[in-house]
């Protein structure tokens, strides 16, 4: 996770994770991604039933769930165990996590337990009373999913009218005061809708936008030929630093981020550098802080059944069940040999990953992607896009 506007608009300095110690249950949640100690952000899929279908979801939910999900008190008490452990955040996703019943008790019960509590969502069941009943048990985001306006977006989910019901979801949440973003998965079909998602955050006052760099997981495994080139991306990213900028000097306060793919900190650094920025040298600060990204060490995942997954789109493979042994006991057992080699993956990454300048600021990237492609979880990531000159390998 890159902060864009925080990195190099200046919203965030070095010593603002400093004065916390960059201890995890200390800092605030627009500090997390730089504490010490990483603790992990969970997510928990409580469920795979989803009103929506779409084209690149990493769950392959579906409209009526027929694996067996945790119980409400099995789901208690796996919060219980997280909040003992210091997990400073829980991410309820799905699925579409309101499609469970008792989605609003189980986040209310995170809360109480004093973490911080946030759904990802598709944001079309957010009525009125719904979001004012998320607001009263003190949820702290929700984060809901667009691939674009109208048609594109209603494409992707598979229903007309879901664009509309999310804007509606939205507005009924700025409406009670609850904090909402946007959630967008960028490829080919759709980013050239990325200016339009800016405008609709100023025309819709929208605080805080996530923009997802493709993964190879569930029903996105099927669109990696609608992956990004390299130059692609790197047209998209620098778009979203200059329309970041341009709302930022217009006095327009939106926190922009980039998800999933972590060779946007160099690149933003780089670029930078090649501006003659002063803020250079204390965002290079602030990404060696953030370490890159930290599948199964930072991020974890507890799926419906149980089940807990490196990471939300790491779902084939799993290190046991929260029925079985706790999540706390299961996510620091190192006999797993992955789990061992993902404490502290910079070892064991191959190719250009393995010889870049910038492994202690990116870790590697992202490991599913390799894997999807490849076969091998530690070869290098296809979707680096920075050139051979840019890591190191050639002068």
Sequence with gaps: MIGISKLYCGTVEPSDALRYGRRSEDLPSHLLQFSEDKKPVVVWNVTRACNLKCIHCYARAVAHSEEKELTHEQGLALLDDLAEFG?????????????????????????????????????????????????????????????????????????????????????????????????????????????????????????????YHLVYSGRGSKLIEQDLDHEETRKVVDLIIDRTKELHDRGISVEVLTVDNHADGPYLYLRMLRENNPRAKKVLDLLKMNEGNSSGRGIGCVSWDGSVHADQFWRHYSFGNVLERPFSEIWTDLSDPLMAKLKDKKKYVKGRCAECRWLDICAGNFRVRPEAVSGDVWAEDPACYLTDEEIGLRK
């Design 87 to 211: 997990v400073p955040v829980v991410l309820f996703s799905g699925g579409e996590p309101l499609v469970r019943p008792d989605l609003v008790e189980l986040a209310r019960h995170a809360v109480n337990r004093g973490m911080r509590a946030v759904i990802s969502t598709n944001g079309t069941l957010i009525s009125r009373d719904k979001a004012k009943e998320l607001k009263e048990i003190g949820l702290s985001y929700v984060g809901v999913s667009l691939d674009g306006l109208e048609d594109v977006n209603d494409r992707f989910r598979g229903k007309r009218g879901a664009f509309r019901d999310s804007v509606a979801g939205i507005r009924h949440c700025r409406e009670v005061g609850l904090k909402v973003g946007l959630r967008f998965t960028i490829n080919r079909m759709n980013m050239s809708e990325i200016p339009r998602i800016f405008d609709l955050l100023e025309q819709e006052n929208i605080p805080r936008v996530c923009f």
